[in-house]
């Protein structure tokens, strides 16, 4: 009954990989979002789709590409790790609505550890 | 661009007793403030939302006010207790939830 699942949980990579982080949600919402933390515990957002459209790109390297084959998923990929990659990415989905606002659901979190 | 700040510091309190957690902000007020809360190794858990027509909210031990003329929200914890230490993020958004801008949280710690 998990409502925001990411996998993996943790990763340790090499720098100049290519790393997947996926994300789904059973809630049901339009909206999902990828943040992320630095160690400064600092929460980022980094893109939100809306019904599977990019609606919100923050200055986000490009080669960090987010996927959203259906309103349930939201996948990042990352091209390229570099060491100041590493840091927990939270997925987080919400229902968007006419004046309306609702709030966010996350996930547990990855934590991505680039050597 | 928006700021938003939060006590950097952790606040120490005595179990019973209210913790008082600020946030402030500077520019143009939020269509909506929330606050989360956050521990060690978990994702952020919401726990209230206001509006900016709104001057307080409750919810059972949990009080929130949004001061817009201050520009500044407080969240309160009444009669604390040891479950309640965490990471507490205060959260602005002015787009209706496609970008929400987080601060950096303030650790509480309960005491018993």
Request: glycine content about 8%; charged content about 20%.
């Given at each position: 009954d998990t409502a925001v699942s990411q996998t993996p949980k943790y990763l340790v990579t090499q720098m100049g990989n290519d790393k997947s982080i996926k994300c789904e949600q059973n809630?049901?919402?339009?909206t999902m979002y990828w943040y992320k933390q630095d160690s400064k515990k600092f929460l980022k957002i980094m893109f939100s789709y809306n019904n599977k459209e990019?609606?919100?790109?923050?200055?986000?390297?490009?080669r960090f590409s987010p996927k959203s084959p259906d309103k349930a998923h939201l996948n990042l990929h990352i091209n390229s790790?570099?060491?100041?990659?590493s840091a927990v990415y939270f997925c987080a989905s919400s229902q968007s609505g006419q004046g309306k606002f609702e709030t966010q659901y996350f996930g547990p979190g990855t934590r991505l550890l680039v050597l | 661009s928006q700021k938003i700040e939060q006590n950097s510091e952790a606040l120490n309190i005595q179990e019973g007793k209210t913790a008082t957690l600020t946030c402030n902000y500077t520019n143009y007020s939020p269509a909506y403030l929330q606050w989360y809360r956050q521990d060690p190794g978990r994702g952020p858990v919401f726990l209230l939302l206001i509006r900016e027509n709104e001057k307080e909210k409750r919810k059972e031990r949990l009080k929130v006010t949004f001061d817009t003329t201050l520009k500044q929200s407080l969240f309160h914890i009444t009669a604390?207790?040891?479950?309640?230490s965490a990471t507490y993020l205060c959260a602005l958004d002015w787009t209706g939830g496609f970008k929400t801008i987080f601060g950096a949280g303030t650790r509480l710690f309960v005491k018993a």
């Open positions: 809630l049901g919402h339009d990019l609606i919100i790109n923050e200055t986000v390297p490009n790790l570099e060491l100041g990659d | 604390s207790q040891p479950a309640d």
